[in-house]
């Protein structure tokens, strides 16, 4: 079992900055595949961004790439989100998720991921 706790939302100004965290419990967090995903008020979760368990792996969203950076540090079992140059329709609530596989070729797909967070808002302004 898995717990996931996100933090570092709130409200930011269009053309500002926030970074998320994920941390995650557990002794064996190199063995999970980590991702971001994001919902909007009246739309479905999305995928935003994916990382492998070694971390040399990356995946992302279109409208996101070049603008947000996943990372991850595992000798602290944290994920991180850093989210640049955020638009007002990067408003949602954000989650981090996780999947037993330190790689995975459905890295978008909600249903391939075992265990969530509860989610962080991230408003932005216009």
């Known amino acids: 079992q898995v717990q996931l706790v996100e933090s570092g939302g709130g409200l930011v100004q269009a053309g500002g900055s926030l970074r998320l965290s994920c941390a995650a419990s557990g002794r064996t967090f190199t063995s999970y595949t980590m991702g971001w995903f994001r919902q909007a008020p009246g739309k479905e979760r999305e995928f935003v961004a994916s990382i492998s368990g070694s971390g040399r792996t990356t995946y992302y969203e279109d409208s996101v790439k070049g603008r947000f950076t996943i990372s991850r540090d595992n000798a602290k079992n944290t994920v991180y989100l850093q989210m640049n140059s955020l638009k007002p329709e990067d408003t949602a609530v954000y989650y981090c998720?996780?999947?037993?596989?330190?790689?995975?070729?459905?890295?978008?797909?909600?249903?391939?991921?075992?265990?969530w967070g509860q989610g962080t808002q991230v408003t932005v302004s216009s």
């Open positions: 998720a996780a999947r037993l596989a330190t790689y995975t070729p459905r890295y978008y797909d909600t249903n391939a991921y075992d265990y």
